[in-house]
């Protein structure tokens, strides 16, 4: 295997480095904290454009150091960020301009030899664009783009040169083949390993084993009458269920691990507690990583007649951010609804490689923005969609050539989003969308 191509954001305090590795690992709403210094530690997410897969490194932690330290701590950090990367997005202020510290990171990043793009970020006018490239030219750096971290301006542009820097070969998304790869994910004890344990219990069901391709990780291979699944890292899992020991075998980083390979998880929720905070962040884990979603309510004959609905109910709202995953209210204990696990999976995985022609796609968009017109700019300009095209699958991502990216706001997004998913029946996946200026 191809070791994943690494793409490190780097830049000093508050020009936006936050906003553009959550634009980039398709987090449609930005947590973005305008006071300097603020940001979290180090974050990393997978991202696919064009065919090619990498994964984005934001870098943080760094930030506690005292002030009068701090611009040495964050050349530092840079420098150190751009060492273990291929490709390094160096950010900087559009709207604060060219300030001596970003002359200092430029320096430690030449030290590095690593091919860097700078990113001019807040470009909210797109004829700035042109004296803010100039300017920043001064730095040294050939490849400029400019951008809109929190509106998506000129994100397609970005990505489309820095597929083109990633080192030969990477990594070539999964061809679309015969077998559904799955994780099972969630919090510890809500029966995860009983689950698979069913599974692989089931009747006219034949199951392998596989090496996985990390460390101790084995796959399980379920074959039914009429397809395969490759249950990954589930060794742990069907162990676990025989000797039970008090280590936590799915931490964070296993569940991430699994989820890498997995195209469709099931997260695992525990009936008898209801939802609770850390299933939505492994709900939110699974949406960031762009793998489809099954929610699978586990325990449900402990669940009695009267409380049904209203723990039904509360877990739909729980949920309210991921409408698009299907839920099965399960029992690993009586076998209900077991079976039907798979069908979700093969359906959303089906959802997830779709590929929807540009003649529908663009048709279907036309007909939504007939039904409900499209936001307009504080001197009442509106919104304008010229042509979409979907760029890439797992997940369904989709690039709108627009009038003008900043006109557009997330309710929208959120509304077509809608209409694409009732045109082409899409279950289960998440969408991503890329807004991009036509000239
Ligand atoms: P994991 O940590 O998520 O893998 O959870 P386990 O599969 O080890 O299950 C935790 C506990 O819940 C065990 O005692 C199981 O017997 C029990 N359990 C799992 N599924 C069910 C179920 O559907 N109904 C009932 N009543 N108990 C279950």
Known sequence: ????????????????????????????????????????????????????????????????????????????????????????????????????????????????????ILVVNKVDRPEREDALAAEFHALGFPEVVCVSALHGYGIGELLDQLVARLPGGGEEVAEEGEEIRVAFVGRPNVGKSSLVNALVGMDRVLVDEA????????????????????????????????????????????????????????????ATEGPVDQDQRIAQEVVEAGRALVVAVNKWDLVSREHATDLARRIHEALRHMRFAPVVFTSARTGRNVRRILDLVARADASHALRIPTGPLNRAIERAVREAHPPADASGR??????????????????????????CNESYLRYLEGRLRASFELVGTPIRFFLRPRR
Do not use: C
């Open 211 to 270: 090496p996985g391709t990390t460390r101790d990780a084995v796959d399980v291979v379920l074959r039914t009458d009429r397809r395969t699944f490759v249950l990954v890292d589930t060794a742990g899992l069907r162990r676990r269920a025989r000797i039970r020991h008090a280590l936590e075998f799915y931490s964070t980083l296993r569940t991430r691990e699994a989820l890498e390979r997995a195209h469709v998880a099931v997260l695992v929720l525990d």
């Open 1 to 116: 295997m191809h070791r994943t191509p690494v793409v490190a954001i780097v830049g000093r305090p508050n020009v936006g480095k936050s906003a553009l590795f959550n634009r980039l690992a398709g987090r449609r709403i930005a947590i973005v904290e305008d006071i300097p210094g603020v940001t979290r530690d180090r974050l990393s997410a997978p991202v696919e454009w064009q065919g090619r897969r990498f994964e984005v490194v934001d870098t943080g932690g760094w930030m506690s150091a005292p002030e009068d330290r701090l611009a040495e701590r964050v050349r530092a950090a840079a420098e150190a960020a751009a060492r273990e990367a291929d490709v390094v997005l160096f950010v900087v202020d559009g709207r604060a301009g060219l300030v001596p510290e970003d002359a200092e990171i430029a320096r430690a990043l030449r030290r590095v030899h690593r091919p860097v």
């Open 382 to 407: 509106p919104l304008k969609i010229y042509y979409a095209t979907q760029v890439v699958t797992r997940p369904p991502t989709f690039v709108l050539f627009v009038n003008d990216p900043g006109i």
